[in-house]
């Protein structure tokens, strides 16, 4: 089976507060359909993905602020819109980020993404492992004791299985890893990631690392970059540059490098990579892994910034967290 994915990358104002937000996904409807009606001349689009940040950002120093003013539950009007356009056009929909609260984790502010089907049924929930630290204060899953759900989540449907990761969580290659070894085909990027560690030489880290987790994990890689000018979000611009990659690093597609919305589309094609993965010997690094000749990277460097259940906040501080990586660092001897 071969389809087509759309990655719909947006230069939109900054959301200040919830009603804000509702124009944003106005737009992001508006590319979407432009996406699939636009391409079906041609072929049929059966994945769209929006980037981090489409929904909101945090533009907030705390997280109580960020929870006061752009945080929303799921699911949401936001993500009732997108459903009713999956619907519409019979879509797979990767939503983008939004700021999520969960009465289930009180006091938790999390950068979560979720995979919308055709139905318009939300199917998979993920949120960000590794946020940017120091200056993301989201809250890590992996912070919360007594999390019980999946932290890598990956989702069987008709167009392959796909696991989805956000941004800064791609500089780890034991994210991607995880996915492939839960069983994801393709590998979902949405991505926030800024200048100046963009996307041209001589520090295109945004095209290195794509590459890079698609060859070592014989996975099509679907990477949405948040394309917002400095107009839009002061001080930060971003480079776009979203790219769809084939299992042998190939670039499919790729949109320009620089600010500015932009759509790019290219075959994903389930056959070749589970055709690949089936046949090769040599280059299967998957199953190629000799997990316990690496014992090192089985201790706890950055331990969980543990928030108990009845825990007053479940966000870290810029400060605590500075205070846990100088902590880490002296871990590893640097």
């Given at each position: ?7 719909c990358q947006t230069d939109q104002p900054n ?64 993500t009732d819109r997108l459903a009713d356009a ?249």
């Amino acid at each position: 089976m071969t389809y087509y994915a759309a990655c719909c990358q947006t230069d939109q104002p900054n959301p200040r507060d919830r009603e804000q937000m509702a124009d944003n996904t106005t737009r992001i409807i508006e590319q979407l359909e432009q996406a699939v009606i636009g391409y079906r001349p041609f072929h049929d689009v059966k994945l769209v993905v929006f980037p981090e940040f489409a929904h909101a950002a945090p533009i907030y120093e705390s997280a109580e602020e960020l929870s006061e003013k752009l945080a929303v539950e799921f699911p949401n009007r936001h993500t009732d819109r997108l459903a009713d356009a999956a619907r519409k056009h019979g879509v797979w929909i990767q939503s983008g980020s939004f700021l999520e609260v969960d009465p289930r984790w009180t006091d938790a502010l999390f950068n979560s993404t979720v995979l919308i089907s055709p139905e318009g049924e939300i199917v998979s929930r993920y949120r960000k492992v590794n946020p940017w630290i120091p200056w993301e204060v989201h809250t890590s899953p992996h912070d919360i004791e007594g999390y019980d759900e999946d932290l890598f989540p990956v989702t069987e449907t008709e167009i392959g299985k796909l696991g989805v990761a956000t941004c800064y969580d791609w500089l780890f290659p034991e994210t991607c890893r995880e996915l492939t070894l839960g069983g994801a085909e393709v590998l979902i990027r949405i991505s926030a990631y800024m200048d100046p560690w963009g996307a041209s030489e001589p520090m295109d880290w945004w095209t290195v690392i794509n590459r890079c987790r698609a060859i070592e994990n014989l996975a099509a890689v679907v990477a949405c970059n948040q394309g917002a000018s400095a107009s839009h979000y002061p001080p930060f611009s971003w480079p776009g540059a979203s790219m769809i990659i084939d299992p042998d690093g190939r670039i499919l597609a790729q949109a320009p490098t620089g600010p500015g919305q932009a759509t790019v589309v290219a075959p994903v094609s389930l056959d070749n990579i589970r055709q690949q993965r089936r046949r090769r010997s040599g280059h299967a690094m998957p199953a190629h892994l000799r997990s316990s000749a690496y014992p090192l990277q089985r201790q706890e460097i950055f331990p969980p910034q543990i928030f108990p259940p009845q825990s007053s906040h479940r966000s870290p501080s810029i400060e605590s967290l500075e205070q846990s990586i100088e902590e880490a660092k002296k871990r590893i001897g640097w």
